[in-house]
Structures are given as structure tokens and as C-alpha cells.
């Protein structure tokens, strides 16, 4: 579902002015704000987050699904006392890009993971990591970039295969972000595709791409300084 917002005539409850607009999300009800600047002009709604909306110099858009289809989110002790601990390993696994070694120890640092399902299968997930401080130090050694070893890392993100292309990744991206605070948040990747997903998020590259020991693949380390940039 989509509805274009007329700039002459706005609802009693929607502003737009210059390169902000305040709009009411179809699905919730609640008043949020997009902005060109702080949002990069996309945002989606801060409560439900089941509508986004867009803003351009020419237009203000929103969307949302006809259908239920919004990253639900749990720990990782919810997932094991459901028995789903090992779909969500499953998927990742099948994502390819996490070291072997951490499927085989059944992912111990995702504090948090949200996910999107479909006929009560895990389509498409992310989630909140504590590293360990040594492998942030690694991390900050083999980039050139000084990091600090309590930042949190968003990681496994994996859409089943026959789900890819859309959009999925970007709404439990979205989603499990907003379990980190306003605080700073870092990612690794060779993706191109998750690069750019990660600058539409707030995500900015930092120091320098190093080689992976594992896939030869030139990795980049990617962090938000805080929920405003």
C-alpha cells in the first residue's frame, strides 16, 4: 500500500516544511518525523515499524504492507526455550558469510536477533552482538581504526535464498538497530549489497579493508557513531 502526500492539501495531523515532514503511520497511528538530513530522507515508524516513508525535494511518500509481515524480536535464550535456536543457525549458515567455527558454537554472542517469517519458517534475520573485547581489538588492528572494545556489532543477517531481492534484510536490519540505543554500533563486511544497506542506516566506512583469512574476500569495517548519523 502506498499514499503520496498532497503538499496543498495535508491532513489536519501533517506538516511539511522544506526538507521535514511529520506524517501519521497508516498502521499505528503514531506522529514520526523524516527528514532529509537526520534520516537521509527514509525512515521507518520509530513504533511499529510495519510503514516507512520517503522525502524528497518533490515528494513526501508512505508505505506500508497489506499483510502482516513485521521482525519480531528475541533473545537468544526465547529462541532455545522454543526450540528455533537451530533454524536461526540454519539460515545464517546458509548465508555463507560467518566463520564455520561460530555456527558450530551455535552463535553464543547474538544477544538479540530479529526476524521475519513466513508460513512459520525464518525468512530473513539480524542480530545484536556483544563481540569479545579481543576480537574488536582484531578488528581495530587489522583496519587502522581505533574502536572501543565495549561497541556492540549488528551481524548475521542471512535472507533464505528463495527469499532474496525483497527488501527483507533492510526491515530486520532495521529492526534489531533499534535494540542498540542511541549508542555506536560496528559491522564487518565484503558485500556490496550489505555496504550499501548499511549506509542507508546510518553506517559510514572507516580505517582501511583487510584481507579475510577465511574467503580471501577484501572485508570493511562499517560504523554508526550514534542513532543521529
Known amino acids: 500500500m502506498k499514499r503520496r502526500l498532497d503538499k496543498d492539501h495535508l491532513r489536519h495531523d501533517e506538516d511539511w516544511y522544506g526538507n521535514n515532514a511529520a506524517v501519521r503511520c497508516p498502521v499505528c497511528g503514531r506522529v514520526f518525523i523524516m527528514s532529509t538530513f537526520i534520516s537521509k530522507g527514509q525512515r521507518e515508524c520509530p513504533n ?5 516513508g520517503e522525502i524528497t525535494n518533490e515528494a513526501v511518500t508512505l508505505q506500508w504492507p497489506d499483510e502482516q509481515e513485521i521482525p519480531i524480536v528475541c533473545t537468544r535464550a526465547e529462541l532455545l526455550a522454543k526450540k528455533r535456536l537451530e533454524e536461526f543457525i540454519s539460515l545464517v549458515e546458509e548465508g555463507g558469510a560467518v566463520d564455520p567455527a561460530s555456527i558450530k558454537a551455535k552463535l553464543p554472542k547474538a544477544e ?3 526476524f521475519i517469517e513466513r508460513e512459520g519458517k525464518f525468512v530473513a534475520v539480524a542480530a545484536k552482538k556483544q563481540a569479545l573485547a579481543s576480537y574488536v581489538e582484531s578488528i581495530a588492528s587489522k ?3 581505533d574502536i572501543q572494545s ?3 556489532e ?3 543477517v542471512a535472507v533464505s535464498e528463495s527469499c532474496r531481492g525483497q527488501r527483507l534484510s533492510g526491515k530486520v536490519v ?3 538497530l533499534f535494540e542498540f540505543g542511541d549508542g555506536p554500533v560496528f559491522a564487518t563486511t565484503s558485500d556490496e549489497k550489505m555496504k550499501s544497506l548499511l549506509g542507508r542506516n546510518g553506517f559510514r566506512w572507516v580505517g582501511h579493508e583487510w584481507r579475510s ?3 580471501d574476500e577484501m572485508l570493511s569495517l562499517w560504523l554508526r557513531d550514534s542513532i543521529w548519523q
Do not use: M, N, W
Open 48 to 52: 511499529c515499524h510495519r510503514s516507512s
Open 112 to 114: 538479540k536477533i530479529a
Open 143 to 145: 583496519s587502522r581504526y
Open 150 to 152: 565495549d561497541v556492540p
Open 154 to 156: 549488528l551481524g548475521y
Open 174 to 176: 532495521r529492526r534489531v
Open 213 to 215: 583469512e577465511r574467503t
